[in-house]
T-cell receptor, first 113, second 116 residues
Framework: GENVEQHPSTLSVQEGDSAVIKCTYS??????FPWYKQELGKRPQLIID?????GEKKDQRIAVTLNKTAKHFSLHITETQPEDSAVYFC????????????FGRGTSLIVHP | DTAVSQTPKYLVTQMGNDKSIKCEQN?????MYWYKQDSKKFLKIMFS???????INETVPNRFSPKSPDKAHLNLHINSLELGDSAVYFC???????????????FGSGTRLTVV
């Protein structure tokens, strides 16, 4: 089955810096890659996603890149703010026709004011 | 309007009891799920259900059972609760397949279950 590795497990940055979270996946048949943000005590929320026919997608301060050859994808947050502090999960879907995502283990992002 | 709602938000119960968590979605999605999130924040799939099939994670004890009266509801029933069942349980829904392919989840607000 699919295996998703996510790094780092913890990321600490100063307000205004950029943050990058990286994920690798094992099954080249995966075709959909969502990212979720979970603030403390709240539900995970979809913040951005990318499909396998696209290499990059941006939404204001966040962007996701996908390298299908290397089987890795990354979340980039620019000009970080304290409210970006949360746990971020990557996921890979679609391998073997499965609609159930395989989640990474999460990255705890801490933005210091 | 809450898109995916689950109740109760908190549940404290004794070992050996039976409890249920309810979930409802008003998004018109065709697939619903239950996830368990442990203290290390890992999201573990328990069940996936749409009008065609129920997919069960084989590692989930058979004390856990999903019940779906209709496509907008997927409840979770747990028998003989154990200390290790303490966790946050999330319901989620999504629209699966079709020409658009896969889509992301909408999660409920979670139920924090504490077994004492």
């Amino acid at each position: 089955g699919e295996n998703v590795e996510q790094h780092p497990s913890t990321l600490s940055v100063q307000e205004g810096d950029s943050a990058v979270i990286k994920c690798t996946y094992s099954d080249s048949a995966s075709n959909y890659f969502p990212w979720y943000k979970q603030e403390l005590g709240k539900r995970p929320q979809l913040i951005i996603d990318i499909r396998s026919n696209v290499g990059e997608k941006k939404d204001q301060r966040i962007a996701v890149t996908l390298n299908k050859t290397a089987k890795h994808f990354s979340l980039h947050i620019t000009e970080t703010q304290p409210e970006d502090s949360a746990v971020y999960f990557c996921a890979a879907q679609g391998a073997g026709g499965s609609y159930i995502p395989t989640f990474g283990r999460g990255t705890s992002l801490i933005v210091h004011p | 309007d809450t898109a995916v709602s689950q109740t109760p938000k908190y549940l404290v119960t004794q070992m050996g009891n039976d409890k249920s968590i309810k979930c409802e979605q008003n998004l018109g999605h065709d697939t619903m799920y239950w996830y368990k999130q442990d203290s290390k924040k890992f999201l573990k799939i328990m069940f996936s259900y749409n009008n065609k099939e129920l997919i069960i994670n084989e590692t989930v004890p058979n004390r856990f059972s999903p019940k779906s009266p209709d496509k907008a509801h997927l409840n979770l029933h747990i028998n003989s609760l154990e200390l290790g069942d303490s966790a946050v349980y999330f319901c989620a829904s999504s629209q699966v397949g079709g020409q658009g392919g896969n889509y992301g989840y909408t999660f409920g607000s979670g139920t924090r279950l504490t077994v004492v």
